[in-house]
């Protein structure tokens, strides 16, 4: 079964939510604790999208055309929800995160964590998420609901990412410009 988009609808406040500070750093790391469970949201706030468009928008530069306004509401971004338990049990989810909705990708046990992620890493992680019968998948949407990540606070990070990785790019500007003058 194709995996649904979870709308936002805004109005829940984000109860306990840490936002761990990251300046200068591209991941934007949000924490809680929640029935027992400690959560840890990490999101690369260079969207899965930047690239290609960056590459895109140079192959246009380079053709004599000018560059496109980049639209926020466009853009996406994974993020790795990991939830350990007191007693040693974990498990991570892959969320993709953009402005109309999330949706599961993945879902490992034990835990991965960004660190775990290589080229040569050959281990079975999990099976296509997309490929899990419906009340498995509807049973992981609930989980992460009832420990706050649901559609408010998917909202919320794809807002924050987006601040995040534009307030990075500015201080980026600001220290070529410096080096330049």
Do not use: C
Not at 16 to 22: F, G, Y
Not at 26 to 34: D, E, I, K, S, Y
Not at 92 to 115: F, H, N, R, T
């Amino acid at each position: 079964a194709a995996p649904d988009r979870h709308r936002p609808s805004p109005s829940a406040p984000l109860q306990s939510l840490q936002v761990e500070p990251t300046p200068g750093m591209r991941h934007l790391v949000a924490t809680r604790t929640a029935d027992g469970d400690s959560v840890r949201v990490t999101m690369d706030v260079f969207s899965n999208e930047d690239v290609d468009e960056l590459q895109n928008e140079l192959a246009l530069q380079l053709a004599g055309g000018e560059g496109e306004e980049e639209d926020d509401d466009s853009k996406y971004f994974t993020a790795l929800v990991e939830i350990h338990r007191a007693n040693g049990k974990s498990i991570s989810l892959q969320v993709d995160v953009d402005a109309d909705g999330w949706e599961i990708l993945a879902v490992q046990s034990p835990a991965m964590k960004l660190s775990d992620l290589t080229q040569a890493d050959q281990r079975y992680l999990a099976p296509e998420y997309e490929n899990l019968a419906d009340p498995v998948q509807e049973a992981f949407k609930t989980f992460l609901e009832e420990r706050g990540m649901d559609n408010d606070f998917f909202a919320w990070i794809h807002e924050a990412a987006v601040a995040k990785e534009e307030k990075e790019y500015v201080d980026w500007l600001r220290r070529v410009k410096d080096f330049l003058a």
